[in-house]
Nanobody, 127 residues
């Protein structure tokens, strides 16, 4: 089992940057595939980016490609989301999620595919 705690959210102007962090408890963090999701008011939770256990494979939603980068530091039990060129439509609560990979898959993009979730961190982008 793993517990996840996000941090780094805040208020930023359009065009600015933020780096979100997700700290995981436990000694087996490097076993988990990780993901970032977001949920805006009145909308469903949506996939943002995912990374495999080693950090060698990543995948991002089209809406954030070229602007957001997911990475991880297994020595620090932390996964990051670097967000650049932020837009007002990026405003949402951002969640990190974890699961043990299965069947040779490197990463996962579905909300229901993850077993563990953090409490979320608010990101607000002003125009």
């Amino acid at each position: 089992q793993v517990q996840l705690v996000e941090s780094g959210g805040g208020l930023v102007q359009a065009g600015g940057s933020l780096r979100l962090s997700c700290a995981a408890s436990g000694r087996t963090f490097s076993s988990y595939a990780m993901g970032w999701f977001r949920q805006a008011p009145g909308k469903e939770r949506e996939f943002v980016a995912a990374i495999n256990w080693s950090g060698g494979n990543t995948y991002s939603a089209d809406s954030v490609k070229g602007r957001f980068t997911i990475s991880r530091d297994n020595a620090k039990n932390t996964v990051y989301l670097q967000m650049n060129s932020l837009k007002p439509e990026d405003t949402a609560v951002y969640y990190c999620a974890a699961r043990i990979p299965f069947g040779g898959r490197y990463y996962y993009t579905g909300v229901k595919e993850y077993d563990y979730w953090g409490q979320g961190t608010q990101v607000t982008v002003s125009s």
